[in-house]
């Protein structure tokens, strides 16, 4: 079982629509939880980040965590066709005292004009 | 405030020889780790430096090494370079060690392709 894992995709969802991408992750200690978006042929660019249980909004995004579920996930609300790119989920642990990132290997999003 | 740099941007290289890639964080910063990213593999934690100490490792090999300056620019070594080493280096910055509480900014990466 991989440590964090994301469905590939392509995820596609048409021009105003609500994108929803998932993460689930192995290790229950995990603290720290970002979403990343890269567009192609550049480099990633973080969108947010949550710690607690529940949701956190920032404009169209919605980030939702549930630990006991050891799942993330990140809604985008109208999605455009800018917000097409690969999301990257990643997660951090503590590791022999140092805090290690892991990340999914990426969803891709395709919003459909 | 500059962002991330990485130089070279791209780089062409035969197998058994070595590479040296260089980034510089962004001003402030002293943290940067390292990631190897490949289409099939995704994101891959290679190791990260703070104050010139590597504090942290993934699961690579030893002809991966790196180290940091006392202004916080750091290089990252492969030595005896395979097929299988081609893809996109990336390096981050962060303010403190640890991505855990701390955002990490990208640069824009070294495309190395090895022949």
């Known amino acids: 079982q991989k440590e964090v894992e994301q469905n590939s995709g392509p995820l596609s969802v048409p021009e105003g629509a609500i994108a929803s991408l998932n993460c689930t992750y192995s290790d229950r200690g995990s603290q720290s939880f970002f979403w990343y978006r890269q567009y192609s042929g550049k480099s990633p660019e973080l969108i947010m980040f949550?710690?607690?249980?529940g949701d956190k909004e920032d404009g169209r995004f919605t980030a939702q965590l549930n630990k006991a579920s050891q799942y993330v996930s990140l809604l985008i609300r109208d999605s455009q066709p800018s917000d097409s790119a690969t999301y990257l989920c990643?997660?951090?642990?503590?590791?022999?005292?140092?805090?290690?990132?892991?990340f999914g290997t990426g969803t891709k999003l395709q919003v459909i004009p | 405030k500059a962002g991330v740099t990485q130089t070279p941007r791209y780089l062409i290289k035969t197998r058994g020889q070595q590479v040296t890639l260089s980034c510089s964080p962004i001003?402030?910063?002293?943290?940067v780790s390292w990631y190897q990213q490949t289409p099939g593999q995704g994101l891959q934690f290679l190791f990260e430096?703070?104050?010139?100490?590597?504090?942290n490792k993934g699961n690579f090999p030893g002809r991966f090494s790196g180290r940091q300056f006392s202004n916080s620019r750091s290089e990252m070594n492969v030595s005896t370079l395979e097929l299988g080493d081609s893809a996109l280096y990336l390096c981050?910055?962060?303010?403190?060690?640890?991505?855990?509480?701390?955002?990490?900014?990208f640069g824009p990466g070294t495309r190395l392709t090895v022949l």
């Open positions: 949550i710690y607690s249980n």
């Open positions: 001003s402030g910063h002293r943290s």
């Open positions: 981050a910055s962060s303010l403190q060690a640890g991505g855990g509480y701390n955002e990490q900014f």
């Open positions: 430096y703070f104050s010139e100490t590597q504090r």
């Open positions: 990643a997660v951090i642990q503590n590791s022999g005292g140092y805090q290690k990132v892991t």
